[in-house]
């Protein structure tokens, strides 16, 4: 007997690398640790997504340093995602990749029957543009507002309180790396922890807390005697 | 389950999800004569029994149906309140915290009584009615929920989220309740709702004990290429199941 009913599919996670390409970020081997960083974690990330398949995991990327531009903007399945290098060089407009992650965040494109999406954040430096109303935008989209939200600090240079302002959650900190390991330990967190999470996630009460997923504590950060940046 | 003129029939099947993490169905089902209530446990790490929470909750919901309160949503809340905390007291936890949130879960229900349809819903799922041609209506249009959010019992404004109608039962000919699991494991809203339509015109034709006898694996296939999650439905049926409706009335051949 035929199954009632359309076809079957597995629910969305859009994940979102936000990466910061200004000029600062050639100094100190910085882009290319990030480079190296996210293409370590992409086969993790494969896993990962893997091991709950009830979630397709679609994965793209925004440089931004003079403008923003989209690094890979097509929705890519995990186990087909790939990395090209990132060049570094401008300034910081933090502001216009958030813009143009809101307006993948509409629906449409987006589903109501999507999983909460991820946006992970990687900079150095302070925003050159009004990044707060852009964030503002995108916390008062329906999707925005229920994205996890993940920042990671390079170096001693990078702007807390901007980052703050993207995470929008008091349980989730900001990642602070000074060496490459510890990037390559944040990058690998939020691409195969945090996703997990996102795929998986129990029901949540309405307005229960500023985050719709529980996102799992962060490793520690490594010894500061390593600090390079 | 036959009476009232309205068969009930259902299932529920443990998330695939949860069997691959070894944990346990966190749906409820609840079925009567001319009634039906299903309850979606919350299940994450802070609402640890919300199995028993969606236990308590059909059984909740079926009574305050029974009863014919109106509006049932302070009755609704504050007896699975009570029950909750009977249960808490009766079953104490040395190492963790019990709260309502331990408990936290939906709850869907519907109770036809002669030519009245009941409806009410606190939290995700879906209860769509189908009427005689195979349309297919949703109760409760719930544009604001979105992702894994939900309204639940155990919220201090419980009473104040239920969702409640009562309407005529006119041509409806089916009913079906639904825990989110099953909406969410369809590509799109279109593919779900066809599935209450496809029921009727299988019932129609193949009886409904066959129906019966199928939807668990139904259930369980959609669990497992969709959602991941519990999936639980109750169907209430007109008796004796009626004929299609023609989509076109015939028009009367005139005089030559």
């Known amino acids: 007997m035929r199954r009632p009913g359309g076809e079957l599919a597995s629910r969305p996670l859009h994940f979102i690398w936000l990466c910061d390409c200004s000029g600062s970020m050639q100094t100190d081997g910085k882009i290319q640790s990030l480079n190296n960083a996210i293409k370590e974690a992409v086969p993790h990330m494969a896993k990962a997504a893997d091991e709950n398949p009830n979630a397709q995991v679609f994965v793209r990327a925004i440089r931004f340093s003079d403008g923003a531009h989209w690094h890979v903007a097509d929705p890519t399945p995990v186990d087909g995602f790939r990395w090209a290098d990132l060049a570094a060089g401008g ?24 999983l909460p999406p991820v946006l992970v954040l990687v900079s150095d430096g302070q925003p050159t543009d009004d990044y707060k109303a852009a964030i503002r935008e995108l916390l008062a989209t329906p999707w925005g507002k229920r994205s996890v939200r993940i920042a990671i600090a390079i170096g ?65 950060s490594s010894a500061a005697s390593d600090d390079v940046w | 389950m036959s009476g009232s003129g309205w068969r009930t029939i259902g299932a529920s099947v443990r998330g695939a999800s949860h069997v691959r993490r070894n944990q346990p169905n966190q749906d409820a089902l609840l079925l009567g004569e001319g009634a039906a209530a299903v309850a979606d446990g919350h299940g994450s790490a802070t609402c ?29 809340a504050e007896r699975w309140r009570t029950r909750v905390e009977e249960h808490m007291a009766a079953h104490p936890d040395p190492d963790r915290e019990l709260t309502l949130r331990a408990y936290g879960s939906t709850a869907l229900a519907v109770r036809v009584t002669g030519d009245e349809l009941r409806c009410l819903q606190i939290g995700d799922g879906d209860i769509l009615l189908v009427d005689g041609s195979g349309a297919v209506t949703r109760q409760f249009c719930r544009n604001e929920i979105l992702g894994v959010e939900t309204e639940s019992l155990c919220m201090r404004d419980a009473a104040a989220a239920v969702h409640y109608a009562a309407t005529p039962v006119a041509n409806t000919e089916l009913v079906m309740l639904s825990t989110d699991g099953y909406a969410n494991s369809f590509r799109d809203d ?30 369980a296939e959609a669990s497992g290429l969709g959602s991941g999650d519990d999936i639980t439905v109750a169907l209430l049926v007109r008796e004796p199941v009626q004929e299609p409706e023609p989509e076109h009335p015939q028009e009367a051949d005139g005089d030559a």
């Open chain 2, 48 to 76: 640890f029994r919300s199995d028993i929470g969606a236990a308590i909750a059909v059984d909740v919901a079926t009574v305050v149906m029974l009863e014919e309160t109106v509006p049932p949503g302070p009755v609704l």
């Open chain 2, 190 to 219: 279109e593919g779900f709702r066809r599935v209450a339509s496809d029921l009727l015109a299988m019932i129609r034709e193949d009886g409904l004990d066959t129906v019966a006898a199928s939807l668990p694996l139904w259930l």
């Open chain 1, 156 to 220: 001693e240079d990078a702007d807390h309180e901007a980052l703050k302002t993207f995470i929008a959650n008091p349980e989730i900190p900001v990642l602070q790396a000074n060496n490459s390991e510890a990037l390559v330990g944040y990058i690998r967190w939020a691409s195969t922890v945090v996703l997990k999470a996102a795929s998986a996630p129990a029901s949540q009460l309405r307005a229960a807390s500023a985050g719709n997923v529980p996102v799992p504590a962060p490793p520690a």
């Open chain 1, 91 to 114: 300034m910081t407009d933090l502001g216009k990749a958030v813009a143009m992650v809101t307006e993948q965040l509409r629906i449409p494109p987006m589903t109501d029957r999507a």
